[in-house]
């Protein structure tokens, strides 16, 4: 199939069908006679992969490093797992940075309800950063 033809059925766009072929994401393609790229089912199977992976999360470099195991022939459902806990480690702890942020905000603005922005003077850029927190 040629990159179009993938494009459609993988959800992708040609470009970035392109930068995973040239990231080693995706195999070469084959050229046709007259220069187009020519795919096969597996790589609208690495497509689908891909996405997947994306989904979960994982970034293009940790993608990658599946392929990488599954290529030297190994079976990488060990290193997904491994993967997938850190990715999960994380979310964790950004969701626990995200609550203090919202508490902070909370209190940012409940802080800066009863000030005036008639009062902010000539040199400051905005009372409310500075009043509010005193």
Known sequence: MQIRDLAIASGATAQTIRFYERRGLLDPAERAGNGYRRYNDAALSRLQFI?????????LSEIGSII??????????GHVLDLLAAKL????????????LE?????FIEA???????DCEAGSVCHLFT???H
Do not use: I
């Open 89 to 100: 480690t994380d979310v964790h702890r950004r969701q626990q940075e995200l609550a203090l």
């Open 68 to 77: 990488t195991v599954r290529e030297a022939g190994e079976v990488p459902c």
């Open 103 to 107: 508490s902070e905000l909370h209190h």
């Open 51 to 59: 996405r997947s992976a994306k989904t979960a999360g994982l970034t």
């Open 112 to 118: 800066s309800q009863p000030l005036d922005p008639g």
């Open 131 to 133: 009043q509010a927190h």
